[in-house]
């Protein structure tokens, strides 16, 4: 609250200790300053006090108080405490009232007639005989209005000044302290620091505690499966040397002395899985407000304590592209990441990639599930592919305007004036030169084939379509256009765009000769990826390499990022699954999860992460029933809410809510 502020501030030099030369900015307390009873008295300011409550505790002590009346000098004892309260006594206690602001003392008191409190009835005494019915200290009673006045000044352990009595008399007084006050100790019971739990990051369960975080290291994984997807294929018997946080080398017999040594024995080893279409750990995913809405982007909107980031490392996920919802015919700039689980937002990020955008088409988009009707603009399908016409021609005029004003801001006699910034036709005159790619949300034939003869017609492609559920039908087209198919292995019937879906599509679309990848849409299925490919064998009789392939190399190639990662070959990024099984077993799992030479997934550890997990849920529910115990204030257990966020209709502009279990613990 005052050194640590200061510094923050820059102010220091000036502010924040007592120091000579320093603003003379301080507290005059009671007593210690975190002492419960403590009280403020004084609050100087660059030398100037401020009172916040009288301060007699500071003059406090006993006094001997002299008052010199005409008629002779009286006596008395003052006992001054805390908090401007005083006891006045003579032969008797008598009712006084004191102030002392910390320079000017006033005193009031009655001194009292023991005679006359004899023989005056009690009708006719000054209080009506009201102190004796009521049983209170003469002390604690009104003055009456023959009270004798006291005010003066104090000098430390001397007080002086004048006085009047109720005759208008005046005379002088003096008070001399025989002892100061001793300073109460604080008898308020110590409170017990609670027992709170560990800071882990992220602030969820299965986050690092401080220092704990997973380190990049050099791997040596020996004797092996090994699943290159290069031409070399699948290897036995082979190693996979990793070296900071590159493939250094595979092959048999290697050795480092420097690395941590895995045994492969009886596993399998494959690339990172590759998530082309995701939509974890972002905050939120569709800005529905308009058709077109390609100045938003996911980068800024990252939530890199989304534990689904931890659940799909379990699953072998190392890389993800993170896509906006549906809402819009053109959407916002996508975010590609790497689950380094306890980064922060910016250093998830996929350094240096082509960036895309999410485009969609068909039902969502024209919100035909949207029981009160459409608020905007399309309704129709034919209003969809009119906003693409629209946004590019748009674009293409904003292209041309910013080429006219570089040719003519240099050129003599001519004034050349800026265009206006405009960041939505930005990231489309990117699409036009090829600097950003679209990802396009699509399922029925007809669209696709429309927007295709669109992006012919305005002069850009579409990179990926995703979901595709009827490429299967147009696949001749997409490869005529250059596009990569991301499709689901097995899902149809859940709306009317899909009808026609069948699970034979990745492969009928492979085999024309396009690029298939198996994508998510779904927090929960893309921990389950390696599985999902495993069904394009048993649908169309695609290789296992080849099925692999579309959760790892061909989404790589689909985010121009196969130079890096995708495939286990010297110099790519050390991202590395090992395998108990078969990758494409139903009994396979995870047991570690590399990500750029770092093992951010350890069943083992995993296994103890849990019981931690257990044991400080139960911790945290025993500190609730001791509190209800003890009767302090109490509300029900409240679950988290996690909105997760999917491709369906309207889900996808709202997300599903669900209660998560494992993040009720931290709460």
């Not at 006594?89 to 009655?110: C, E, H, P, Q, V």
């Not at 090829?434 to 669109?454: A, D, L, M, N």
Request: charged letters at 25%.
């Amino acid at each position: 609250m005052t050194k640590t502020p200061a510094t923050l501030l820059g102010i220091y030099n000036e502010v924040g200790s007592l120091d000579v030369g320093k603003w003379a900015n301080f507290l005059i307390s009671s007593g210690p300053i975190f002492s419960e009873k403590t009280t403020i008295f004084q609050n100087w300011v660059q030398g100037i006090k401020y009172v916040v409550k009288d301060e007699a505790s500071s003059e406090g002590g006993l006094y001997k108080l002299a008052v010199n009346f005409p008629t002779g000098t009286a006596t008395y004892t003052l006992d001054v405490k805390s908090g401007n309260s005083v006891t006045m006594y003579g032969k008797d206690t008598m009712n006084a009232k004191f102030s002392f602001d910390g320079r000017m003392i006033k005193l009031s008191y009655a001194p009292i007639n023991r005679t006359q409190r004899q023989t005056i009835p009690e009708s006719q005494q000054p209080d009506g005989g009201q102190r004796q019915r009521r049983g209170g200290s003469e002390a604690d009673q009104p003055l009456p209005a023959s009270a004798i006045r006291l005010s003066g000044i104090s000098n430390g352990t001397e007080w002086n000044g004048t006085g009047v009595d109720s005759a208008g008399t005046s005379f002088t007084w003096t008070a001399t302290m025989l002892k100061e006050a001793e300073l109460k100790k604080d008898t308020v019971k110590k409170k017990e620091i609670p027992v709170i739990g560990k800071v882990i990051y992220p602030f969820e369960p299965f986050g690092w505690e401080e220092g704990q975080a997973p380190k990049q290291e050099n791997i040596l994984i020996k004797n092996t499966t090994v699943w290159t997807n290069e031409k070399e294929g699948v290897l036995q018997n082979t190693d996979v040397l990793i070296k900071n946080g590159k493939i250094a080398a595979v092959g048999k017999n290697l050795s480092d002395a420097t690395a941590k040594v895995i045994d492969g024995t009886g596993k399998h080893v494959t690339p990172g899985i590759i998530d082309e279409h995701s939509h974890i750990a972002a905050a939120s995913i569709n800005e529905g407000g308009q058709s077109v809405t390609s100045e938003v982007r996911i980068a800024d909107n990252l939530n890199p304590d989304d534990i689904n980031i931890y659940r799909q490392l379990s699953g072998g996920v190392t890389t993800s592209h993170i896509l906006h919802g549906s809402a819009n015919v053109i959407g916002g700039q996508t975010q590609l990441i790497k689950l380094r689980w306890g980064a922060n937002a910016e250093d998830l990020k996929f350094k240096n990639w082509d960036g895309q955008i999410k485009f969609a088409l068909g039902e969502n988009v024209k919100r035909s599930s949207f029981q009160s009707g459409n608020n905007r603009y399309p309704d129709t399908r034919m209003g969809v592919e009119q906003v693409l016409v629209d946004a590019f021609t748009r674009a293409k005029d904003y292209q041309k305007s910013w080429k006219n004003y570089e040719v003519n801001k240099n050129k003599k006699g001519v004034v050349a004036v800026a265009p206006r910034r405009d960041l939505e036709l930005d990231a489309l005159v990117e699409i036009l030169e090829k600097k950003r790619f679209i990802t396009c949300h699509s399922y029925v034939q007809s669209e696709i084939t429309s927007s295709i003869e669109i992006a012919n017609r305005m002069g850009y492609k579409y990179n990926t379509f995703t979901h595709i559920l009827e490429g299967y039908k147009v696949a001749d087209k997409m490869k005529e256009h250059g596009a990569n198919a991301s499709t689901f292995s097995d899902w149809w019937a859940y709306k009317m765009e899909v009808e026609d879906a069948i699970p034979y599509n990745a492969a009928i679309m492979q085999r024309v000769g396009l690029n298939v990848a198996i994508n998510s849409d779904d927090a929960e299925m893309a921990r389950r990826l390696n599985q999902e490919a495993a069904k394009i064998v048993k649908y169309g009789g695609v290789t296992e390499e080849e099925a692999l392939k579309m959760v790892t190399l061909n989404p790589a190639i689909m985010l121009h990022v196969d130079d890096r990662v995708g495939s286990l070959k010297n110099g790519k990024d050390g991202d590395v699954v090992v395998w108990s099984d078969n990758p494409l077993s139903i009994y396979a799992k995870s047991l570690y999860t590399i990500v750029d030479g770092t093992i951010y997934f350890d069943r083992e550890k995993d296994e103890q992460m849990q019981k931690w997990v257990d044991v400080e849920r139960n911790r945290l529910i025993k500190k609730m029933n001791g509190e209800k115990r003890s009767g302090a204030s109490v509300t029900p257990a409240q679950p988290s809410y996690h909105i997760m966020h999917s491709c369906s209709d309207h889900q996808h502009s709202h997300g599903l809510l669900v209660i998560d279990a494992d993040e009720i613990s931290n709460n």
